[in-house]
């Protein structure tokens, strides 16, 4: 017969039946990074919305659709948050990188980076340095780990630096500044008493907290700084 055109509308429901079958794979794939987990919230709140309401009044599917929207950002915030807390904490940016110790293969985040300075003249208070939020705190702060000093302030550029660990931190020198701190660490003597290290030396370092870490000391001028990496390892 000419002029009839036949239309083939899948059962009511057989859309609804192959997401739910297909729904495992779905969640498998989008729990690999905060975005696929939100498409699939927003995918998963349209369907509620078609399944539950689409004989409801508008005013109905209005508002229920706007509960379930605003459900749904919310838990996305959630969660996206909480894979940032597992790329790692970085004040001053993430990297990851891998190295062996004592045959086997650890993996690193840098939790901090970055270079402090400060004034050093006769009869001025040095501070103390917290690698582990990298900045200086008070005298008697439990969360300090080093004290640095010129061993000879009036002749900063060829002064030595004094270096004095504290709540439980310790340090070596490094004689290949490429080194990772914790290359060797086990075979390694580690300092947890004052000594005195060269300008420009590379230091690695365990903080009070247990981060390793490297720290290089110089002076310049009338200020010393130290430039620092802390890492956390896994």
């Given at each position: 017969m000419s002029g009839v055109s036949v239309t083939l509308h899948a059962p009511p429901g057989a859309a609804v039946q192959d997401f739910v079958q297909s729904a495992p794979d779905i969640i498998r794939e989008a729990a690999?990074?905060?975005l696929g987990l939100l498409a699939l919230l927003v995918l998963a709140v349209a369907t509620l919305a078609l399944v539950f309401?689409?004989?409801s009044s508008d005013?109905?599917?209005?508002?229920i659709f706007g509960v379930f929207f605003l459900a749904a950002v919310s838990f996305g915030i959630v969660v996206a948050s909480g894979f940032a807390r597992q790329a790692g904490p970085g004040a001053h940016g993430a990297d990851t990188s891998s190295a062996g110790v004592q045959g086997h293969a650890v993996n690193a985040t840098v939790t901090s980076r970055g270079l402090l300075t400060t004034v050093v003249a006769p009869g001025t208070s040095l501070p103390f340095w917290d690698l582990d939020a990298g900045c200086s705190v008070a005298m008697g702060d439990k969360a300090a780990d080093f004290f640095f000093k010129p061993s000879d302030p009036y002749h900063l550029k060829?002064?030595?630096i004094g270096v004095d660990p504290l709540n439980g931190a310790r340090y070596r020198v490094l004689t290949d500044t490429s080194a990772a701190p914790w290359?060797?660490?086990a075979a390694a003597t580690w300092l947890?008493?004052?000594s005195e290290v060269s300008q420009g030396a590379t230091?690695?370092?365990v903080t009070g907290e247990k981060r390793y870490c490297k720290f290089t000391l110089r002076t310049e001028g009338k200020s010393l700084s130290v430039r620092w990496t802390t890492f956390a390892t896994h």
């Open positions: 690999r990074s905060p309401f689409r004989k005013a109905i599917k209005l508002a060829r002064s030595k290359e060797g660490a947890s008493t004052p230091v690695a370092c």
